[in-house]
């Protein structure tokens, strides 16, 4: 569920009326999106052969960076646009989409390793 608290943090920002809180919430935010790129590096960790791990961990840092440099032009463009309230609610939604998308197709990986070793 950390996955969704990055989503949930800037909806927060959002809705702040005043900066300490919108300060707060980022770091919230921040905090959760840390722990979701931890727990998917470690999945990749126990998910991926040994001989193409470090492929696979360059490849996933590769795929990061290339989204981060769409989306915060993009964005910006957006809050240009629309404004930056409305611009952070289409984020936000994003975000959440994704983090709901990545609970459903990581479900697998999490329930093997819930699973005791025998």
């Given at each position: 569920m950390v996955c969704l608290v990055?989503?949930?943090g800037y909806g927060l920002v959002a809705a702040s009326p005043v900066f300490g809180l919108a300060l707060v919430a980022v770091g919230v935010a921040h905090l959760g999106g840390g722990a979701q790129w931890t727990l998917s590096t470690m999945g990749?960790?126990?998910a991926?052969?040994?001989a193409l791990r470090g492929r696979?961990?360059?490849a996933d840092f590769a795929l990061v960076s290339l989204s981060l440099s769409?989306?915060?032009p993009g964005f910006g463009a957006l809050a240009g646009w629309l404004g930056p309230t409305p611009a952070l609610l289409v984020a936000v939604a994003t975000s959440a989409a994704w983090g709901i998308a990545y609970l459903f197709l990581t479900r697998r990986v999490r329930t093997?390793?819930?699973s005791p070793v025998p």
């Open positions: 990055f989503a949930a990749l960790q126990l991926v052969p040994d696979v961990l360059a769409i989306s915060f093997a390793e819930a």
